[in-house]
């Protein structure tokens, strides 16, 4: 199974590679050496929520999540946290969907004129 942009783990391919250096000798077993931790879940379970939007739409999402370096699911996420905030009037907004929104305008903003002529 290949791993989609974003997601970490190992493939079946890494797995059997790895089995046969342990197996050549090539790879020691030490259970003194620290383990990297998994990273923390999220505060609360992510749920799916199937939309259907016009391929030139999905197309436009994908690229500028390329182009702020994230995941398109997180880009989709944080504007949707933007826009029930907007509706609803609230005055707290989660860091990280002020972080994609700014990085978001920056990116689809023109250049900046100077004041002079050319």
Known sequence: MARRHGERGVTPAQVVAAAAAFARG?????????????????????VPLGVRVPAGVARRVRAAADQAGV??????????????TEMTDERTVPLSALRGAIAH???????AQSGHAA
């Open 26 to 46: 090539e790879v020691r077993y030490d259970e003194t050496t620290p383990a990297e931790l998994p990273p923390v879940p999220e505060a609360e379970p992510l």
């Open 71 to 84: 995941p398109f699911s997180q880009l989709v996420r944080e504007w949707i946290e933007l826009g029930l």
């Open 105 to 111: 305008a920056a990116q689809s903003s023109p250049p």
